[in-house]
C-alpha cells in the first residue's frame, strides 16, 4: 500500500521548511560576502578607489608608501587586500596617515634600503 495523503502532505512541508532554512543561510551568507566586499579590497578596487594605477598602488606597497595591505598567507605571491577604512583614512589626510603609520612602526612604512643585504653580508676577500 501507498504513503497516506497526510504522510505526504506532512513530508513536503518539513521538505520546503528544510529549504526555506537553506535559502535563509544562503541569504545571510551573500549579505556577510557583500560586507566583506565592501569592507576589504583587492588591489585593482584598492588603486581606483585612490585614483591610481594598480602598478603604482604596488609599488607604493614595496615603498611601504599609502595605507598599508593585509597579506593572505605568508608566500611572496600571497594576496593582498585593503581595508576600505584605511584607504578612506589615507584619501582624507595622506600626510597625517602616513605619520600615523610610521607612529606605529609599520613594519610595511619603514621600506628596507636596497644596500642593505649587503652591508648586512661583506663579500669575502
Do not use: N
Not at 62 to 90: H, M, N, T, Y
Not at 96 to 107: I, M
Not at 110 to 124: F, I, L, N, Q
Amino acid at each position: 500500500m501507498g504513503e497516506s495523503i497526510m504522510a505526504r502532505r506532512y513530508r513536503a512541508r518539513l521538505a520546503a521548511e528544510r529549504l526555506q532554512e537553506r535559502l535563509q543561510a544562503d541569504e545571510a551568507a551573500i549579505e556577510e560576502l557583500a560586507r566583506f566586499r565592501a569592507a576589504w579590497l583587492d588591489r585593482g578596487r584598492a588603486a581606483a578607489a585612490l585614483g591610481i594605477r594598480p602598478r603604482t598602488l604596488k609599488q607604493w606597497q614595496l615603498e611601504g608608501r599609502g595605507p598599508a595591505p593585509v597579506k593572505l598567507g605568508d608566500r611572496r605571491q600571497s594576496r593582498c587586500l585593503w581595508a576600505q577604512a584605511d584607504i578612506d583614512a589615507f584619501l582624507s589626510d595622506p600626510a597625517g596617515y602616513e605619520a600615523r603609520k610610521h607612529a606605529a612602526g609599520d613594519p610595511a612604512g619603514e621600506p628596507v634600503a636596497d644596500g642593505a643585504a649587503a652591508e648586512d653580508h661583506p663579500a669575502d676577500g
